[in-house]
């Protein structure tokens, strides 16, 4: 069974230092995974994906995420903070060949400290 | 390319009023609509998804119900709102050949149940 955990509800970085959130993911298939971003009372905008292409997934704002297989793991990072990534994020996790729900971790809001 | 519209964006009604949400693609044909629930401070929860006119698969039971009376338009209604209704409601829509598409995702409806 497809599941999705992301280890911090709650992430602070200063504005200007590297970002990271943490997903792990557990999948019986091939999983195809994203990374989602909303600001507050805004639908979900899709940040980046990965359908077992590349292992490094570069996305929009300069994000990018590298799928590890052996570790499970789907981890977004940015080099640099900016105020405006203050934000929720969500990881999912699909799998190819099954039906076409998907599974949503619960979140990390990442603050941005000045 | 394709846009997904979501109204009201905020609505307050008192409990036991009925409900309707619409939500509308466009741009695409046929594809695969989404309706999820954000309780605050919570992740998303799937709804109800349809993959054509008049199919429309319930994951969770509730008071809630969901029509696709056009292959583009999707809506959420209930009879009688209970306090437990009140949320953030997001409508998606992605491609349907695949579980490796994104789902797309409309700017949701606050509702308030008073």
């Known amino acids: 069974a497809q599941s999705v955990t992301q280890l911090d509800s709650h992430v602070s970085v200063s504005e200007g230092t590297p970002v990271l959130l943490r997903c792990n993911y557990s999948s019986s298939y091939s999983p195809s995974l994203f990374w989602y971003v909303q600001h507050p009372n805004k639908g979900l905008q899709l940040l980046l994906k990965?359908?077992?292409?590349?292992?490094l997934v570069k996305g929009i704002n300069g994000f990018e995420a590298e799928f590890k297989k052996s570790e499970t793991s789907f981890h977004l990072t940015k080099p640099s903070a900016h105020m405006s990534d203050a934000a929720e994020y969500f990881c999912?996790?699909?799998?190819?060949?099954?039906?076409?729900?998907?599974?949503f971790g619960k979140g990390t809001r990442l603050h941005i400290l000045p | 390319s394709q846009t997904i519209h979501q109204w009201p964006a905020t609505l307050v009604q008192p409990v036991g009023s009925p409900l309707s949400l619409e939500c509308t693609v466009e741009g695409t044909s046929n594809p695969n609509l989404y309706w999820y629930r954000q309780a605050a401070g919570r992740g998303l929860q799937l709804l109800f998804y349809?993959?054509?006119?008049g199919q429309i698969s319930s994951e969770v039971p509730q008071n809630l119900s969901a029509s696709r009376p056009q292959d583009r338009q999707f809506i959420l209604s209930s009879k009688k709102l209970l306090l437990s209704d009140s949320g953030f409601y997001l409508c998606?829509?992605?491609w349907g050949a695949g579980s490796n598409q994104p789902q797309h995702f409309g700017d949701g409806t606050r509702l308030s149940i008073l």
């Open positions: 998606a829509w992605s």
């Open positions: 349809s993959v054509g006119i």
């Open positions: 990965y359908t077992s292409a590349a292992t």
């Open positions: 999912v996790v699909s799998d190819i060949g099954r039906d076409d729900k998907i599974i």
